[in-house]
């Protein structure tokens, strides 16, 4: 989010932190249960804190990849946090749908992030 801050502050605009929450078909969609997880106040607030001015949109959906039409606008600049690893992780697939949708990814290694942090 640091780095999603960055941007937006440099480019003029807002960060939206957008959690797509896949629905199981057995459950409907509109009332899934228990809310996301990444809306919490105590989120938001440290978010905030660090200078982050953050919107939260949740989708509730039962397929991802058909969703992000509805979540960004075409191509858009999304930034992913993930680790580089030899095999196919979620952030890096997240990466390819996104990239294939149309929309400008910049995907952060975490693991670069932690050693700076350390440092």
């Known amino acids: 989010m640091r780095v999603a801050g960055d941007f937006a502050r440099a480019l003029g605009v807002s960060v939206t932190l957008v959690h797509f ?7 409907a969609v509109d009332a899934p249960g228990n809310g996301s997880p990444i809306v919490t ?3 938001i607030e ?6 982050v001015d953050v919107r939260v949109r949740v989708f509730l959906c039962r397929d991802e990849r058909g969703a992000i039409r509805q979540a960004f606008r075409p191509h858009s600049l999304v930034v992913v946090a993930g680790r580089h ?3 196919p992780t979620a952030a890096a697939r997240w990466r390819r749908m ?3 949708a149309g929309h400008y990814v910049v995907f952060v290694d975490a693991s670069d992030l932690e050693e700076k942090s350390d440092a």
């Open 21 to 27: 929450r896949t629905v199981p078909y057995a459950v």
């Open 98 to 100: 996104l990239e294939a």
């Open 46 to 51: 440290r978010l905030k804190a660090q200078g």
């Open 85 to 87: 690893r030899l095999w």
């Open 41 to 43: 106040n105590a989120l």
